[in-house]
């Protein structure tokens, strides 16, 4: 059996296919049992977090366990194969090991060295086992991953190159402010009450924010919660709980809103955002030209790219003060560049370059025909090339925003809150989109390849654990045949010498132990060894067929291996 991870990121995929591939709990735990009764798969586990989908499975061929972990995940995600199949990866045995350590270091997430990915670690593995599909390699592997996370928090300084996703957030919506200094005074509202959404109420309450509200479906986690922030003692925010149903008036109170819940569908509309902003101002709320993400941007994000600098469209009219002959220009050529090819000499391209800079030209003569030919023939060149001379275009005023009223966060994957709200004047709203584009350009600490290094020695550690104790249930067989074997003879000896006393024969049966013992010793040390380097995995086949094990036998002792570990395993 081999290790096997399919899974799509916020590194394979972008978001819009990430929300649409995202899953609910009861899809996570039907993904995780129809995984383990496909006919490849013999253990399942599901990791699955606002930023990546992964299904780790233990499976008997490569081929096959791609194709049908692949199929599952596009069935459950409810996003088809092919459209799901260019943006997902695969792992396989020490590079799947390798991933998931690296998940769990923090080096794979949108903020490098973050430690929220640990809890969520543990929350796949506790559901794994809770439904049954992890088995010893399953659990073997997300016991060390957890181990090598912690390890990788405490003998480096990897935390400070990291934040949890909350605090990252946060600091988008500050811009440039300390967060503490930005929260100062303000009011919350935080729509969920599940692990994020406690992080981000704690993390407000402890920058200074005077009031968290809670909202939940179920009123009664939402209360927990905020008497939780209540009683704690490193914060001095109030706090209180609402129904969802209050969230409209709680709207126009709050100037902080973080949103991260399970819903399927929007929590919160842009109609329902300006509505709010309306309440608070008094005036109408207007939507900013030429900035924040319209639908064509999205649609433009998950679009093949293609080479080369994409040029604006032409434009074909009049321009105060352009001093080229528009008459002479050839339809469906601009103006401000592309006239060159309809043949105007380099002196008017020169006037035009100026002019379309905005500056005069100070030339005190007329360039010669050689050099006009010149300049001509570069310019012919170019659009040979590229298909078209580039423009030089006036800068398109910006229209510039105002200074926000009302700041959301929206943590959840599919999207909580509504990206028309990007384009409304007086909000500023982060999403996870907006995360992932920040976050490509944060530095990374140097303690970055120290926890690399942890991760490749950890990984080459837990393939030897692995291989070793794949041959394991054969040394055991082995010694086991080899008592029985002991035993038979020694009640064999006892039929033909009935005179020897008991002291006699316990001399005689430690004798024949002893050197049985002595024999086995050292092949099974070796193969052990042998057994734990890249590669071993042939020496457990060559011990059975060399001594002619039961195959039965040894899996027995494996089964009988694995109910131990099952019995020993804390609840």
């Not at 995984?35 to 990791?47: G, N, Q, S």
Request: proline fraction near 5%; charged fraction near 25%; charge should be negative.
């Amino acid at each position: 059996m081999s290790l096997l991870v399919v899974g799509l990121s916020h590194r394979s995929a972008p978001v819009s296919v990430l929300e649409r591939a995202a899953l609910s709990t009861d899809a996570q735990t039907k993904l995780l049992q129809d995984t383990v009764a496909a006919e490849p798969a013999t253990e399942a586990a599901v990791l699955a977090t606002c930023n990546r989908i992964e299904l780790y499975a233990d499976v008997e061929k490569f081929h096959a366990g791609v194709a049908e972990l692949s199929t599952l995940l596009a069935q459950h995600s409810g996003v088809g194969l092919e459209e799901l199949t260019p943006y997902l990866y695969v792992h396989y045995e020490d590079r799947a090991v390798h991933h998931l350590f690296s998940v769990a270091c923090g080096l794979d997430s949108m903020v490098v060295g973050e430690g929220q990915i640990l809890g969520q670690i543990k929350d796949a593995l506790a559901r794994a086992q809770e439904l049954h599909t992890a088995g010893r390699l399953l659990n073997d592997l997300f016991q060390q991953a957890l181990r090598v996370g912690k390890r990788a928090h405490s003998e480096t300084g990897i935390d400070r190159a990291g934040q949890s996703l909350v605090t990252f957030g946060l600091e988008q919506l500050a811009v440039g402010t300390a967060v503490s200094a930005w929260a100062e005074g303000r009011k919350a509202l935080v729509i969920g009450a599940g692990s994020m959404s406690s992080l981000a109420a704690a993390t407000l309450a402890r920058a200074g924010i005077a009031e968290v509200v809670v909202a939940n479906r179920t009123f009664e986690r939402a209360e927990r919660l905020a008497q939780i922030l209540t009683e704690a003692e490193d914060n001095t925010a109030t706090a209180r709980a609402v129904s969802m149903d209050a969230i409209p008036g709680e709207l126009t109170r709050a100037d902080v809103i973080v949103s991260c819940t399970g819903a399927t569908g929007l929590v919160l509309t842009a109609e329902t955002v300006a509505q709010a902003v309306e309440g608070r101002t008094g005036a109408p709320v207007t939507e900013i030209a030429g900035s924040g993400r319209t639908a064509a941007d999205d649609s433009a994000r998950t679009a093949p790219r293609t080479t080369g600098t994409p040029l604006p469209p032409t434009s074909v009219g009049t321009d105060e003060n352009c001093p080229l002959d528009l008459a002479a220009a050839q339809p469906g050529f601009s103006v401000m560049g592309e006239a060159a090819v309809a043949g105007m000499d380099a002196a008017t391209l020169e006037q035009h370059a100026a002019w379309a800079a905005g500056g005069t030209l100070d030339r005190p003569g007329r360039r010669t025909p050689e050099a006009d030919a010149e300049l001509i023939t570069a310019l012919a060149a170019t659009a040979a090339t590229v298909g078209r001379i580039p423009e030089r275009r006036k800068p398109e005023p910006v229209a510039e925003r105002p200074a926000p009223s009302l700041f959301l966060l929206d943590l959840a994957m599919p999207r909580d809150i509504d990206a028309a709200v990007h384009r409304l004047a007086g909000v500023r709203l982060v999403d996870i989109e907006s995360l992932a584009e920040a976050s490509a350009d944060a530095p990374m600490a140097a303690d970055v390849d120290q926890v690399r290094r942890i991760v490749s020695d950890e990984v080459a550690a837990f393939g030897a654990a692995q291989r070793a104790a794949h041959i394991t249930p054969t040394v055991v067989a082995l010694r086991t045949m080899a008592a029985d074997v002991v035993a038979g003879e020694i009640a064999r000896l006892d039929g033909r010498l009935p005179d020897l006393d008991e002291r006699q024969r316990g001399e005689i049966r430690q004798a024949v132990h002893r050197v049985v013992d002595k024999l086995l010793h050292a092949p099974t040390v070796r193969v052990k060894q042998l057994a734990a380097e890249p590669g071993g995995a042939g020496y457990a086949d060559a011990l059975r067929t060399l001594f002619d094990l039961d195959p039965e036998t040894v899996a027995a002792v494996s089964r009988a291996g694995d109910s131990t570990d099952k019995k020993d395993r804390p609840a």
